[in-house]
């Protein structure tokens, strides 16, 4: 049982270039979340999905897509890197929204140049 | 919308000595409130949860945290340092059963010999 997974765990890209980030969680929870962490802000959701084909924004969706392949996955997409975007990035998932407690996969660290 | 605030970004502590970390909410609907913990490169696991059951609640590694409604408090607290608690703490609250979880900016704890 690995959990939340996520690939890759460093990136770094230049200006204007695209990736895409991976997660996969193997606990066949409904809601997935794609979380940025920057010193002293905390952690700010990116987009989240309630359950397997939807996807809503979060509190700072500018600059990214997402898509909830299956149940099990739940990509994060850069199209055009901006150095803004130089973050650590956190999956997670849970059984539902709200009150269900969140498991968080170890975190991919992106630096834009 | 839910917010969180949580006072000192770094708190440092002696081994043995009381830990407290503090945490005020703003939410316009009974809240659920809950403390992560993160360590080092590592993604964040859950503390502790308060639901509106008891307010007094009970978490892993000894913490226990108080909702108080009148000061729209959630402060965390441990009666014993151990070096092991050196790590990241994130206060996180959520207003509706199908709301996306809001988290506070952190707080640093470092324990001394």
């Known amino acids: 049982n690995a959990g939340v997974t996520q690939t890759p765990k460093f990136q770094v890209l230049k200006t204007g270039q695209s990736m895409t980030l991976q997660c996969a969680q193997d606990m066949n929870h409904n809601s997935m979340y794609w979380y940025r962490q920057d010193p002293g802000m905390g952690l700010r959701l990116i987009y989240y999905s309630a359950s397997e084909g939807t996807t809503d924004k979060g509190e700072v969706p500018n600059g990214y897509n997402v898509s909830r392949l299956n149940k099990r996955e739940f990509s994060l997409r850069l199209e055009s890197a901006a150095p803004s975007q130089t973050s650590v990035y956190f999956c997670a998932s849970s059984e539902a929204l709200g009150t269900y407690e969140q498991y968080f996969g170890p975190g991919t660290r992106l630096t834009v140049t | 919308a839910q917010s969180v605030t949580q006072l000192g970004s770094h708190v440092s502590v002696s081994e043995g000595a009381l830990v407290l970390l503090r945490c005020n909410y703003s939410?316009?609907?009974?809240?659920?409130l809950f403390w992560y913990v993160q360590y080092p490169n590592q993604g964040l696991q859950l503390l502790l949860k308060?639901?509106?059951?008891?307010?007094l609640v009970k978490g892993i590694n000894g913490f226990e945290a108080e909702f108080k409604k009148s000061e729209t408090s959630f402060h965390l607290t441990k009666p014993s340092a151990h070096m092991s608690d050196a790590a990241e703490y994130f206060c996180?609250?959520?207003?509706?059963?199908?709301?996306?979880?809001?988290f506070g900016a952190g707080t640093r704890l470092t324990v001394k010999p």
């Open positions: 996180a609250v959520s207003e509706r059963l199908l709301d996306d979880m809001r």
């Open positions: 308060y639901t509106s059951a008891a307010t």
């Open positions: 939410s316009s609907v009974p809240p659920y």
